[in-house]
């Protein structure tokens, strides 16, 4: 992706504001907010004027600073960025003013009661809308972070003697017309229902009471199935989203107390990760000597050491790996301790770094632990 500044106005000598950063995309990418909707289009993906090809008008506000660096201040737009999403709120306005007897609607980003930012929607009608309904429709047309996870229907879009939307007279969405409460009865309902209330930030989450309509979302799912998790049962964000109240959730979870965990002696070989193959394009002269060396003081006798590497060293299968001929292989411990303990007797000697590293144990090349009494 290369970046072109296209243009700017001159503060000082030294100061630089880009009004307008573009982007030049590449070819295979694309834009899916943007599909089949060609004024907007034709707004955002302009001609290169620069070569072949379009370019991506981000909407970016930035300036360059006397040190060369880009600092940047914000946006020339109302997109927002929620979970790691960039939104662009009138994009979703537009879908729901296709939905039946909508008037009008702002959608705006705001934080909720459990600190996160997220979309509220206002809306106008003759009638009552059925918001519900209205979600429902979006989730059908628009990605699930695209939907106001709160909604409301007023009496007209507040503005400002400018005739620009007054967003602080907005009012606050609350789940005030929440479910008759009922208590949760099983182990698995009490727990999904106190993640609610701890993720979503309300008190007293009746089993009942919908995830959406309390202002859920697929991020919020993730962070309950991680709490519930605490609680030793196990659901999906599938269960969350498709269960959506704590009673139906609560039938699909399982106790972690069946899941069964293998915590004995683990060998074989091991898949090479990212780091070990970047370790091998290094070619060392002797990549077997690529250690590190730590001075730990300890009035443990040399048995304790020995009985504290034993258990180190079993419990923790990869200090027994073992990366020999371009594999990686864990041995039994019967195999392969992992480490060999040489015992040095320096209480004489007035600086003991220069004997250690002297000592005829310094070329042996793997896992050398030194124990010294000063």
Same mark, same amino acid.
């Given at each position: 992706?290369?970046?072109?500044v296209?243009?700017?106005?001159k503060?000082t ?10 982007m030049?995309?590449l070819?295979k990418?694309l834009?899916i ?5 060609e004024?907007l289009?034709?707004?955002k993906?302009?001609d290169?004027p ?5 370019l991506?008008l981000?909407?970016?506000v930035?300036?360059?600073k ?9 946006? *020339?737009d ?6 790691g999403?960039?939104?662009e709120?009138?994009?979703?306005e537009?879908t ?6 909508v ?6 980003a705001?934080?909720?009661l459990?600190?996160d ?7 106008t ?9 209205i ?5 059908t047309n628009?990605?699930d ?6 909604m ?5 879009i507040p503005?400002?003697?400018n ?8 009012p606050?969405i609350k789940t *005030?017309?929440?479910?008759e ?7 698995a309902?009490?727990?999904i ?8 930030g309300?008190?007293?989450v009746?089993?009942?009471?919908d995830f ?11 962070r ?10 196990l ?17 699909t979870?399982?106790?972690e107390d ?8 683990v060998s074989?070989e ?5 780091i070990i193959?970047?370790?091998e394009n290094?070619?060392?002269p ?7 060396s730590?001075m ?6 040399e048995?304790?050491?020995e009985l504290?590497?034993q258990?180190?060293t ?13 594999n990686?292989v864990v041995?039994?411990?019967?195999q392969n301790?992992?480490y060999s303990?040489d015992?040095?007797n ?8 220069p004997?250690i ?5 310094m070329?042996i090349?793997?896992?050398l632990?030194?124990?010294?009494k000063i």
């Open positions: 992706m290369s970046l072109f296209t243009k700017f106005r503060i000598n030294a100061d630089i504001i880009i009004e307008t950063i573009i030049k995309l070819p990418l834009a907010g943007y599909l089949n909707r004024e289009t034709n707004e993906f302009i290169n620069f070569g072949e090809g379009k991506y981000s909407g970016d930035a300036r360059w006397p040190d060369g660096n880009i600092e940047y201040l914000g946006r *020339n109302n997109q927002v960025k929620i979970h999403f960039r939104i709120p009138e994009e979703v537009s729901i003013r296709q939905y039946k007897n008037n009008d609607c702002v959608v705006v705001k934080e909720d459990s600190g930012k997220a979309l509220y929607a206002y809306m009608s003759d009638t009552v809308l059925d918001l519900e309904d979600k429902a429709v979006l989730r628009l990605p972070y695209m939907v106001p996870a709160y409301m229907q007023i009496d007209k503005v400002t003697t005739g620009k939307l007054d967003v602080r007279a907005l606050e *005030n017309n929440r479910a409460y009922i208590a949760p009865e099983t182990d309902e009490k727990a229902c106190k993640a609610f209330e701890d993720i979503l309300i008190s007293s009746s089993v009942d009471e959406f309509e309390l202002g859920g979302d697929s991020i919020k799912a993730i309950i199935v991680s709490n519930v998790r605490e609680s030793n049962h659901i999906s964000v599938k269960d969350v989203m498709t269960g959506r109240c704590p009673r139906k959730i609560a039938m979870a399982a106790a069946n899941v069964k965990y293998e915590q004995g002696e074989g091991v898949q090479k990760t990212p193959h970047e370790f290094w070619n060392l002797k990549p077997w000597h690529f250690n590190q730590i730990i003081n300890t009035q443990d006798d048995n304790m050491t504290i590497l258990a180190l079993k419990h923790h299968d990869m200090l027994r790996a073992v990366y020999k001929d371009g990686i041995k039994p411990f019967e301790k992992g303990l015992i040095f320096i209480c004489d000697v007035e600086d003991p770094s004997a590293h002297n000592s005829p144990a070329p090349p793997h896992s632990l030194f124990l010294s």
